[in-house]
């Protein structure tokens, strides 16, 4: 397994209060991804990072920012929390171009 | 964007028996993955299918990329309880366009 950390693993917050999720890896991978995983929808890609600085938006990125200031860090900030962000949130990472997404343990975020 | 749909939602199976999943899309691949995700834990990798008609085996597990490139499946052979889980299949068109389908839910019976 790829060592890829989340914290934190679980938080409660409320409604409009800024949020951000870490997702850590030591595996010097280039490629990083956040999802959201929801009942029914399997996972969907929220943003993604292929190097330092260098980001894109995916498949659900509306209220949802990231920045990777580090190879090994890539954060994933709500800036303003909505019941509608209620979810659990992946991480992953890979080498790069088609190589296998390897994925962290996930956050559980409950927004009230 | 590209929508798997993927089949069975669940299966309540006895332990021993065959299981069989499948995932098709409107739109072609050009990688086919299978996860398996155990509660509180992230997807792990089974298989990776890289070439149209390409059949590959791990273990009691067995998964094809369709010839069209636009399906796949995976069969479990003689179930055991520790296949209990939700299994996930993904197509891939590149590292940054990875899509899901919304997981079968396996349930083997001692």
């Known amino acids: 397994d790829a060592g890829i950390t989340q914290s934190p693993r679980h938080k409660v917050t409320e409604t409009g209060t800024p949020v951000t999720l870490r997702c850590h890896q030591t595996e010097n991978h280039r490629y990083m991804y956040w999802y959201r995983q929801d009942p029914g929808h399997g996972l969907r890609l929220i943003h993604y990072s292929y190097g330092v600085k260098d980001t894109d938006k995916g498949e659900v990125s509306d209220g949802y920012s990231v920045s990777r200031s580090k190879t090994e860090d890539f954060l994933l900030t709500l800036e303003s929390a909505t019941s509608s962000q209620t979810s659990v949130y992946f991480c992953a990472s890979s080498a790069g171009g088609t190589d296998t997404q390897y994925f962290g343990p996930g956050t559980r975020l409950t927004v009230l | ?110």
Do not use: H
């Not at chain 2, 299978?34 to 298989?47: A, M």
């Not at chain 2, 590959?56 to 067995?62: E, P």
């Open chain 2, 1 to 110: 964007g590209q929508q798997l749909n993927q089949s069975p939602q669940s299966m309540f199976i006895q332990e021993g028996e065959d299981v069989s999943m499948n995932c098709t899309s409107s739109s072609i691949f050009n990688t086919w993955l299978w996860y398996k995700q155990e509660p509180g834990e992230g997807p792990v990798l089974l298989i990776a299918l890289y070439k149209a008609g390409e059949l590959t085996s791990n273990g009691r597990l067995t998964a094809q990329f369709g010839i069209t490139r636009k399906d796949s499946f995976l069969n479990i052979s003689a179930s055991i309880p520790s296949d209990v889980g939700i299994y996930f299949c993904a197509g891939q068109l590149n590292n940054n366009d990875m899509r899901f389908g919304a997981g079968t839910r396996l349930t083997v019976k001692p």
